[in-house]
């Protein structure tokens, strides 16, 4: 289960499993809206709030806020699923 204002680790886990290529620009402009307020929402809340699946996923996703890849685009990239 997520935090209240955050993305579940389910949707995480759907936008990020399925190719770029077989996505609609709907689709890319969702998850960038998505990803983008759920790393907002990743900013403003307190490590001590967070549970400790929003825990697991932030650092899963790369929602420390620097300019480095997560490890989730790291894999896609690796296997040529990755946009860039």
Known sequence: MSDTGRQSLTDKAGAALKPDSEKS???HVG????????SIASTLQPSSEKSGTQKVGDA???????N???ML????????????
């Not at 899963?60 to 620097?66: I, L, Q, Y």
């Open 25 to 27: 620009t709907t689709e």
């Open 31 to 38: 998850d960038s809206l998505k990803g983008t307020g759920d």
């Open 60 to 66: 899963v996703s790369g929602n420390s806020n620097e």
């Open 68 to 70: 480095d890849q997560s």
């Open 73 to 84: 685009d790291k894999a896609k990239n690796a296997v040529g699923m990755g946009g860039k």
